[in-house]
């Protein structure tokens, strides 16, 4: 592998994307200062599709310099930009906060996500016991801004949560299909907008769901110790 012909060429292309984003900017402020919002809307999330694409680029660009810790540096970097809280609160339900998803509609915004969370998870586990809950429920409790609340809240099928699911399945659910696991879907406004996920055991779901919209982030103390009654 000729590393320096490689780090070029995917340097020169990152340079292009990042060129070509100035220019959506650029384009979707003139739009707004002309009054016509819904097209600067427009271009603005078109702007964040390629801006995500942008951002897969870069994280693969220090593995072409031929650095064999390329991997790893760049997955501490993430861990510092894009911040993944998770843990087990006391009541012994399992927590992961992350930035909210976007409408995701091809491959390259899948890796977006598997390249943000699967290291996170990663870091969290490691060393850490087996844990199986029994038959449980995957909640995805969407957070928005008030103004976000308001006027942008997505259709739930619209967000790209599958590769969420398989990822916090892989290292708590002995099965995640619909026998063993099922999925609940509710949104909530909140001071930062993020994608709350908890895993919750059947039996406790209804004690959850009563009070997912007022008291749940007061229990909020994030716990690396597992539960006893949840380790294989």
């Given at each position: 592998m000729n590393c320096k012909s490689?780090?070029?060429?995917?340097?020169?292309?990152?340079?292009?994307?990042?060129?070509?984003?100035?220019?959506?900017?650029?384009?979707?402020?003139?739009?707004?200062?002309?009054?016509?919002?819904?097209e600067a809307n427009a271009v603005m999330l078109e702007l964040i599709r390629k801006s995500e694409k942008a951002t897969i680029l870069s994280r693969k660009l220090p593995a072409h310099t031929g650095n064999p810790?390329?991997?790893?540096?760049?997955?501490?970097?993430?861990?510092?930009?894009?911040?993944?809280?998770?843990?087990?609160?006391?009541?012994?339900?399992?927590?992961?906060?992350?930035?909210?998803?976007?409408?995701?509609?091809?491959?390259?915004?899948k890796e977006y996500i598997r390249g943000m969370l699967?290291?996170?998870?990663?870091r969290f586990w490691i060393g850490k016991p087996v844990v199986r809950f029994p038959e449980s429920v995957i909640v995805l409790r969407h957070v928005y801004t008030l103004e976000e609340y308001e006027n942008r809240k997505r259709d739930y099928d619209n967000v790209e949560t599958k590769f969420v699911i398989?990822?916090?399945?892989?290292?708590?659910?002995?099965?995640?299909?619909?026998?063993?696991?099922?999925?609940?879907?509710?949104?909530?406004?909140?001071?930062?907008?993020?994608?709350?996920?908890?895993?919750?055991?059947?039996?406790?779901?209804?004690?959850?769901y009563d009070g997912y919209k007022t008291d749940l982030d007061?229990?909020?103390v994030l716990r690396d110790e597992i539960p006893w009654r949840w380790r294989d």
């Amino acid at each position: 592998m000729n590393c320096k012909s490689d780090f070029e060429g995917a340097a020169k292309s990152l340079t292009s994307r990042y060129a070509e984003l100035s220019r959506k900017a650029e384009e979707a402020l003139s739009l707004s200062k002309k009054g016509q919002h819904e097209e600067a809307n427009a271009v603005m999330l078109e702007l964040i599709r390629k801006s995500e694409k942008a951002t897969i680029l870069s994280r693969k660009l220090p593995a072409h310099t031929g650095n064999p810790n390329a991997a790893a540096e760049v997955d501490a970097v993430l861990g510092e930009a894009c911040p993944i809280k998770m843990g087990f609160i006391q009541r012994g339900w399992f927590f992961l906060r992350m930035p909210p998803l976007a409408r995701c509609k091809d491959a390259a915004d899948k890796e977006y996500i598997r390249g943000m969370l699967y290291p996170a998870l990663l870091r969290f586990w490691i060393g850490k016991p087996v844990v199986r809950f029994p038959e449980s429920v995957i909640v995805l409790r969407h957070v928005y801004t008030l103004e976000e609340y308001e006027n942008r809240k997505r259709d739930y099928d619209n967000v790209e949560t599958k590769f969420v699911i398989d990822a916090v399945a892989m290292y708590l659910l002995e099965d995640d299909s619909p026998d063993h696991c099922e999925v609940f879907h509710c949104s909530a406004m909140g001071q930062e907008s993020s994608l709350d996920v908890y895993v919750v055991s059947q039996d406790y779901f209804s004690y959850w769901y009563d009070g997912y919209k007022t008291d749940l982030d007061s229990d909020m103390v994030l716990r690396d110790e597992i539960p006893w009654r949840w380790r294989d």
